[in-house]
């Protein structure tokens, strides 16, 4: 039996306690009741298409309005626990700002849910650390003659200062839901060991892509594939936060096999550089975060198809 049960209800959710009967054993003390009340859901939505990339900036919009319109009921996380940083509004300077309001709000009582759809990218030049090579592009009205350039002027933020700026806020936990290409590359050796890190804290990351791969769009291209299945996830099923990734990352890559197909027959055509679209998400919770976070079951949400 873990620790700490993360039961997620309503806001009147009541103490669970063990009884004698039960375990032969005395009821919980009051110290340890206060332990076992549900912790509050904080969300923080960033979805970023600039428009010096491909795709239509509907796209990143459209995949965070819809991953937190189904995330948000099933985590009982209200308008006033919801914070999006959409396009215009996800820029670099905005994400501090959102940061530094939240260090100074959440605490040991309260779990943030970051979901993030925007393009990552790497150093100009290589580095000596593939772990820290990377870059979080935020939006920036025209694309940055140096990656350099763009972290050193604040526009974008490297890997690492992503990760300590996580690790200003108190949360008692931390799940991070990350949909771009090489998502892998925020892993959980950059959480877990970077030199600002809450060492105790429990935090997951679910990468919407493996290693080298490319996060593919839905077959219309108005949404980011992963996010088109975790929204349907969470109008589907019941059960654990994990219940519902283990869904939503199966019916990626189901989707994601004739996508790929039709993407390598188009670059066959061109002779293009070939890329690696067969996008399998993975999830690394080595706390069980997921596993032990209960969604607010569909028929009291109104969700359910």
């Known amino acids: 039996m873990p620790a700490r049960l993360r039961m997620l209800c309503s806001a009147a959710f009541g103490v669970f306690a063990l009884t004698g009967a039960?375990?032969?054993?005395?009821?919980?003390?009051?110290?340890?009741?206060?332990?076992?009340?549900?912790?509050?859901?904080?969300?923080?939505?960033?979805?970023?298409?600039?428009?010096?990339?491909?795709?239509?900036?509907?796209?990143?919009?459209?995949?965070?309005?819809?991953?937190?319109?189904a995330l948000g009921p099933r985590l009982d996380a209200g308008p006033d626990k919801t914070h999006l940083l959409i396009n215009e509004g996800a820029s670099a300077s905005a994400l501090k700002m959102k940061a530094t309001e939240l260090a100074n709000r959440l605490g040991p009582e309260d779990r943030l849910i970051i979901y993030a759809n925007l393009?990552?990218?790497?150093?100009?030049?290589?580095?000596?650390?593939?772990?820290?090579?990377?870059?979080?592009?935020?939006?920036?009205?025209?694309?940055?003659e140096t990656a350099a350039e763009a972290i050193g002027n604040g526009t974008w933020i490297s890997a690492p200062a992503f990760a300590a700026m996580l690790h200003t806020i108190p949360a008692a936990e931390v799940i991070l839901v990350l949909d771009t290409n090489n998502s892998y590359?925020?892993?959980?050796?950059?959480?877990?060991?970077?030199s600002v890190d809450h060492e105790e804290r429990p935090e997951a990351l679910i990468s919407s892509a493996g290693s080298g791969q490319t996060a593919n769009y839905s077959a219309d291209r108005t949404i980011s594939l992963f996010a088109k299945?975790?929204?349907?996830?969470?109008?589907?099923?019941?059960?654990?936060?994990?219940?519902v990734m283990t869904v939503a990352s199966g019916g990626t890559r189901q989707a994601a096999i004739p996508i790929c197909a039709a993407l390598k027959e188009h670059q066959g055509e061109d002779n293009g550089p070939s890329v690696d679209c067969q996008q399998v998400p993975e999830i690394h919770d080595p706390d069980a975060l997921l596993s032990e976070t209960m969604l607010i079951p569909l028929a009291e949400t109104g969700l359910s198809q």
Request: glycine share 6%.
């Open 185 to 194: 590359a925020v892993n959980m050796h950059l959480l877990d060991k970077h």
């Open 229 to 243: 299945h975790l929204a349907l996830a969470l109008q589907e099923t019941d059960g654990t936060l994990q219940d």
């Open 119 to 144: 393009p990552l990218g790497q150093f100009d030049s290589d580095q000596p650390d593939a772990e820290n090579g990377y870059i979080l592009e935020f939006w920036a009205t025209e694309r940055p």
């Open 22 to 69: 039960l375990l032969g054993a005395a009821p919980l003390s009051d110290a340890s009741a206060q332990e076992e009340k549900a912790l509050r859901n904080h969300i923080v939505g960033i979805g970023n298409c600039p428009p010096w990339h491909p795709q239509a900036l509907e796209v990143c919009r459209n995949s965070l309005e819809k991953v937190v319109a």
